[in-house]
């Protein structure tokens, strides 16, 4: 991200470069989801503050990286996306337990590579998202604190 930044002189903002206060303020997420959510090993959400987002593109480009476009963030990434982590994770349980029926829920386009691999995709329009998110982030947080539900 700083070399992206360094080259086009832009402002861009990357989950690794808040606060646990910043990212949780920013997503929306708990302080425990939001720590979890800097623990990406595959990918960098980021917003583009100040700057010529083509020319910030290039630059990705010219790294040899990929930026997909999230439902509410960029996404710097390198020769990886959901589909692919879908197709490794259903080639698991398949060795697992045999036959596997898929399903997938996405809002976005970088979603769109796991939802074309799975049996049942579902893409959620843009104002189902919010009150799909606030629901769906207390669940979660309730299993992220081991809380069963």
Known sequence: MATIRDRTSAKIVGFGDMSLHE????????LNLAQLAQKRE??????????NRQSILK???GEGLRCIEGGRYL??????????????LKSLY???FGEIKTLA???GPNDLPMLRVVDKPFFIKKACVN?????WTG???NVAEGIII
């Open 23 to 30: 990212l949780a303020k920013d997503t929306g997420l708990s």
């Open 42 to 51: 595959h990918d960098e959400p980021f917003r583009i503050k100040e700057g």
């Open 59 to 61: 630059a990705i480009k």
């Open 75 to 88: 996404h710097l990434t390198g020769d990886t996306d959901k589909g692919k982590a879908t197709e490794v």
């Open 94 to 96: 398949t060795q697992m």
């Open 105 to 107: 829920v996405g809002n």
């Open 131 to 135: 009150s799909m998110f606030n629901a």
């Open 139 to 141: 669940i979660i947080q």
